[in-house]
Antibody
Framework: QVQLQESGPGLVKPSQTLSLTCAVS??????????WTWIRQPPGKGLEWIGY???????YSIPSLKSRVTMSVDTPKNQFSLKLRSVTAADTAVYYC?????????????WGQGTLVTVSS | QSALTQPASVSGSPGQSITISCTGI?????????VSWYQQHPGKVPKLILY???KRPSGVSNRFSGSKSGTTASLTISGLQAEDEADYYC?????????????FGGGTKLTVL
């Protein structure tokens, strides 16, 4: 059974860096059938796709976050990570990691439980 | 503001059918215009209920169906049940083939009266 689990600080100070890791079990981040993605949801608001990383290390993030986002994949540990720099209160959200289908890009079939990250001093 | 537009809310009585629209789907065709739909109950993780416009993952009720016409996709829920009350999001590709990315619609809150 494929499972994803996010981990990282639940509280980050403004201007600092948000760092999250998604541990994958039951599948390999090296699988060519999938890509690994981050999605966030501010409290009371809708879902926002942040970006993805592929097994090769190729990554993409949405233009509004691109200058602040770094994504990486750690094959030996079977996990992938998100770093978001210079955070503000607007980055407060539940952050989900999810598995995306390489052929059907909008198909996210496995999700982590989500982790709430609050940006506050 | 999302590139995919959904109604903010819809409602229906038990047993009825409702349809949620999602406009702004890419007209490029192929993988660029495929749509998935997600159901999210309060405080819960989003759940995939439809992909490739109209396909259902294993275990999803056949009361959920999807369609697409041009740049508008639709999710229909028939035989409404209380448990269907949730937020629903469409997801697809937005932007140009060279610089686009995945995007979710703004979400639709379904109330079962």
């Amino acid at each position: 059974q494929v499972q994803l689990q996010e981990s990282g600080p639940g509280l980050v100070k403004p201007s600092q860096t948000l760092s999250l890791t998604c541990a994958v079990s039951g599948d390999s981040v090296s699988s060519g059938d999938y890509y690994w993605t981050w999605i966030r949801q501010p409290p009371g608001k809708g879902l926002e796709w942040i970006g993805y990383i592929y097994k090769s290390g190729d990554s993409y993030s949405i233009p509004s976050l691109k200058s602040r986002v770094t994504m990486s994949v750690d094959t030996p540990k079977n996990q992938f990570s998100l770093k978001l720099r210079s955070v503000t209160a607007a980055d407060t959200a539940v952050y989900y990691c999810a598995r995306g289908d390489s052929d059907v890009w909008s198909l996210f079939d496995r999700w982590g439980q989500g982790t709430l990250v609050t940006v506050s001093s | 503001q999302s590139a995919l537009t959904q109604p903010a809310s819809v409602s229906g009585s038990p047993g009825q059918s409702i349809t949620i629209s999602c406009t702004g789907i890419s007209s490029d065709g192929g993988m660029y215009s495929l749509v998935s739909w997600y159901q999210q109950h309060p405080g819960k993780v989003p759940k995939l209920i439809l992909y490739e416009d109209a396909k259902r993952p294993s275990g999803v009720s056949n009361r959920f169906s999807g369609s697409k016409s041009g740049t508008t996709a639709s999710l229909t829920i028939s035989g409404l049940q209380a448990e269907d009350e949730a937020d629903y999001y469409c997801c697809s590709f937005a932007g140009s083939k060279t610089s686009g990315h995945m995007v979710f619609g703004g979400g639709t809150k379904l109330t079962v009266l």
